[in-house]
Structure formats: structure tokens, C-alpha cells
């Protein structure tokens, strides 16, 4: 396995020319962590050389639906029939515990996806299936994320101004344009585990990003919010609770 190196700025796709492999997995509309998107050009790029070296790109269109600041990107399925694998999730758009996903194979590889996985037995209802398919033809799907990307929206930017307020050049802000997180880069001596373990202190689960990386991208820690299930109010008091716990001392 060869990792393709991606930091705040995006992924290096000049990387590409140097991988030995022909199957590569990207989440080309919200990197996890760090929130990027691949734009057009780098879209293009990609299946440029899925081409070039005939081989396939797995594309997790992982938090596409709610992007903030500019309208989607396509997806590389989109763009690309036949060396795209397209996967995606209702996890986070929809309930995560229904446990529905998809995927949308090129026409080369159905026969053999038949054959391979023949036995393979997914364990999502029927009965959530087909009730997600009526809701979907109702157009209930299209207003349900709409009126989710609005809300999600306005608590991102919520979180962002506080945070701002709050701690000001202490910290800088990464992936606040699409997704339901957002990651603080503290300019701090303080060590990313205690950082989360001074918020746990005041009540506030916080995630750490190291276990993300194969190399630290910094010395200084990189933390991760999560504002999904929060409503302003607990966001507001959520803030003033970290501003203690990693500003008294
Ligand atoms: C990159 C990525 N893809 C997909 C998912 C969704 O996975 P699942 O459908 O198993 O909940 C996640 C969940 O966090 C994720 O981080």
C-alpha cells in the first residue's frame, strides 16, 4: 500500500506519477481531516492517470451534501465511467444506524463483482431500503438536505465566529467550508493529548487528528470539533468551557 500525501492545501496529485499501484481511494469532496476538496482541475488530473496506468479510483463521496461555500463539485463518477467506483453513505446525511450505503460499479467489473461476491450478504433492511427509495422519489431526500446543509451552515458558522472570539491568533481555523467539524491548529507548547484531556476536565469531548497521519504534519496539535447534534446555545457554552480549560494556565 502507498499513501498519496495530502495537507491543508489539498492533496499532491504530483505524487501520482511516482505510485506503483493501479487502485487508488480518495474522499475527493471532504478529506478526512482536513475538510479539502479536489477541485475540477484535480479531478481531471486524477483520471487523467486512472487512465494512463488503466486502473481504477475508488471515490468516497463522503460528506459531499454539505458543502458551504461554494456549489459542488462533480463527482469523478461523474466525469468518469469506466475507471470510477463510486461509494458513498446515509450515515451522515440521513441516521447512521440504519446502516445504508452504496456503491456505483463501471460496467467492466458488475460480472465480476457477481461472481466474487456472490455469497456476500449485506445486512441492510429491506423494509429501510424501499422506504429510503419512496422518500427519495418524493423528492423528500433533495428538501431534507437542503434544509440540513442551511442549519448545518449557519451552526458552522456559528462555531467558527465563536471561536474566533474566543481565542483569536491562539488557534487557526482548517475545513470550516464544507463537513460537520472543524479542526483548530493551537499555536500552544500544550501536547494534543492534553488539550482533550483539560476540555474532558470542563465536560468537552474533543478528538484528537494524530492517529489520522503517518507523518505529524506539525508540532502543534490539531484538534477536532464536532458541532453536528450541538444547538447554538451548547456550541456558545461549549466555547466558553474549552476557553477555560485551555486558557488559565
Ligand atoms: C471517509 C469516510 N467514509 C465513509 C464514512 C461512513 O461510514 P459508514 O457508512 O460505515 O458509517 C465515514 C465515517 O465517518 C468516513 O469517515
Same mark, same amino acid.
Given at each position: 500500500?502507498?499513501?498519496?500525501?495530502?495537507?491543508?492545501?489539498?492533496?499532491?496529485?504530483?505524487?501520482?506519477?511516482?505510485?506503483?499501484?493501479?487502485?487508488?481511494?480518495?474522499?475527493?469532496?471532504?478529506?478526512?481531516?482536513?475538510?479539502?476538496?479536489?477541485?475540477?482541475?484535480?479531478?481531471?488530473?486524477?483520471?487523467?492517470?486512472a487512465k494512463e496506468v488503466d486502473g481504477f479510483i475508488i471515490e468516497d463521496d463522503y460528506d459531499s451534501e454539505f458543502r458551504y461555500a461554494q456549489q459542488p463539485f462533480p463527482a469523478l463518477a461523474s466525469l468518469d465511467k469506466s475507471h470510477v467506483i463510486y461509494v458513498g453513505t446515509f450515515s451522515k446525511s440521513f441516521l447512521p444506524g440504519i446502516?445504508?450505503?452504496?456503491?456505483?460499479?463501471?460496467?467492466?467489473?458488475?460480472?465480476?463483482?457477481?461472481?466474487? #461476491?456472490?455469497?456476500?450478504?449485506?445486512?441492510?433492511?429491506?423494509?429501510?431500503?424501499?422506504?429510503?427509495?419512496? #422518500?427519495?422519489?418524493?423528492?423528500?431526500?433533495?428538501?431534507?438536505?437542503?434544509?440540513?446543509?442551511?442549519?448545518?451552515?449557519?451552526?458552522?458558522?456559528?462555531?467558527?465566529?465563536?471561536?474566533?472570539?474566543?481565542?483569536?491568533?491562539?488557534?487557526?481555523?482548517?475545513?470550516?467550508?464544507?463537513?460537520?467539524?472543524?479542526?483548530?491548529? #493551537?499555536?500552544t507548547h500544550h501536547t494534543e493529548q492534553q488539550l482533550i484531556q483539560s476540555a474532558l476536565e470542563y465536560g468537552v469531548k474533543v478528538y484528537p487528528t494524530s492517529p489520522y497521519f503517518l507523518q505529524q504534519p506539525s508540532h502543534e496539535p490539531i484538534i477536532q470539533l464536532g458541532f453536528s447534534n450541538l444547538k447554538l446555545d451548547e456550541i456558545q457554552l461549549g466555547m466558553q468551557l474549552l476557553k477555560k480549560a485551555w486558557c488559565t494556565n
Open positions: 500500500m502507498e499513501p498519496l500525501a495530502v495537507n491543508e492545501n489539498g492533496t499532491q496529485l504530483q505524487q501520482l506519477a511516482h505510485l506503483q499501484s493501479r487502485l487508488i481511494y480518495v474522499t475527493p469532496s471532504h478529506h478526512f481531516p482536513y475538510g479539502v476538496s479536489m477541485s475540477i482541475q484535480q479531478r481531471q488530473a486524477l483520471i487523467h492517470w446502516r445504508l450505503s452504496y456503491m456505483v460499479l463501471p460496467k467492466s467489473l458488475i460480472g465480476r463483482y457477481k461472481r466474487y #461476491f456472490a455469497h456476500f450478504e449485506q445486512n441492510a433492511s429491506s423494509l429501510h431500503q424501499l422506504t429510503m427509495a419512496s #422518500f427519495m422519489e418524493k423528492g423528500e431526500w433533495t428538501r431534507h438536505i437542503k434544509r440540513m446543509r442551511l442549519i448545518y451552515k449557519h451552526k458552522m458558522s456559528f462555531l467558527v465566529e465563536t471561536l474566533k472570539k474566543q481565542f483569536g491568533d491562539h488557534i487557526t481555523i482548517v475545513g470550516e467550508h464544507s463537513g460537520l467539524y472543524v479542526l483548530i491548529k #493551537f499555536h
